[in-house]
């Protein structure tokens, strides 16, 4: 038996050999729970390879969910870690920062007159600067606009009147939440995206990663893209989750065990008791994270959960795969979930994990509730609950920006479950919240010097959002402290890092 080694936190345990860690057969990931599920006959159940030995004693060798996702889309049987193999694509995603390079590059290299390869493939939304009076970042929005009706592009979710974004019935929002919402995100397929945060998809059991505008331009005249196939980590979450705790804590926390670089170019595999409780936008938020920690990609083993949000979003057929209990793993991590607290990542990294209630003498000037990490209708909803439940009002400005116009449309319809009927936007409203504001990327990654909240000066923000760099909000001496939406509503409400089980319990 291979020996275990006990990490420093209390909640993990690690593995360097973890096909010798005996766990139980409750927390091994299979394919027979997708066998034995009434299932559209639209998707086609793959089937674990088994072990079968030949004349000479030979073994077949296992794969992870990503190792197989990527032999398929290379025509391959097989593939191990560290091959280089041409993959086809299926989804190329872009927005208004990187498309116009993305498609420049694609004309300079392809011909001026060059078709792009499927324009049914490529999906095209304007999020990160777009209500702003800077001329440069609403030239970028005209000039996708050109490539688009040019190319004949079939996603392009356009906006044209930046004064009021529900005048633009094709403008959705941050492209993460908006690419799932809007029925591209698949499992057992490869998407890219000219966007780090693009493994977000990975929630649905697909390989999802971001990619430069150089490969962007190759994949826009091809389909296709060399890539190295990641080894895989494999994350492991078991327990009841403490009702106090969101996901984002859980990926906080993991990225504090294993740091910026703990992850880099890997696969980070979850699975457990833990990930099947939870719904698929918090699933989106873990792995939305992943490249927090180096990650080429984060993947979940598509499941009901999965199902039941694709097919009511897309009719396009899908194959969704499973690892096989022989697969190959470089590390196992194991938590107990039901021991963990809240935690936030300090500044300047989101590794600098702490837990929040040891971060209660910090002061804070605003709370920030958006992005595609923490902007969707759950995190709302999450950050409604806690106001509602205290009955106070928050002490320092507290901005909200949804992520979509989905969601937006949410805040304002959707009663808060226990609250007599209001909604999130009227429980914001008696907090004292900023009213809910047009749905982009916002402040996250700072923008034009007139983006709605963006830190203009050297102030301390709690924010649901993913980095926490120096200037990545605005300001080069402002200071991040990333958080769920139930400790940044927290916080809001007594105008200093705050543990939400001071209102929660």
Known sequence: MASSVISSSPFVCKSSQPKDLGFPKSSQISVHRCQKRSISRKIVSVMAPQRSSSTTGSVKTGMTMTEKILAKAAEKSQVVPGDNIWVNVDVLMTHDVCGPGAFGIFKREFGEKAKV????????????????????ANRNVDIMREHCREQNIKYFYDITDLGDFRANPDYKGVCHVALAQEGHCRPGEVLLGTDSHTCTAGAFGQFATGIGNTDAGFVLGTGKILLKVPPTMRFILDGEMPSYLQ???????????????GATYKTMEFSGTTIESLTMEERMTLCNMVVEAGGKNGVIPPDATTFNYVENRTSVPFEPVYSDGNASFVADYR??????????????????????RECKDVKIDRVYIGSCTGGKTEDFMAAAKLFHAAGKQVKVPTFLVPATQKVWMDVYALPVPGAGGKTYAQIFEEAGCDTPTSSSCGACLGGPADTYARLNEPQVCVSTTNRNFPGRMGHKEGQIYLASPYTAAASALTGHVTDPREFLQ
């Open 247 to 261: 996901a984002k804590d859980l990926i906080l926390q993991i990225i504090g065990e294993i740091s910026v670089a």
């Open 335 to 356: 938590f107990d979930v039901s021991k963990l607290e809240p935690v936030v990542a300090k500044p300047h990294s989101p590794d600098n994990r702490a837990l929040a």
């Open 117 to 136: 390869w499927d324009p049914e493939k490529i999906v095209v939304i304007p999020d990160h600067y777009i209500f702003t009076t800077d001329k440069r």
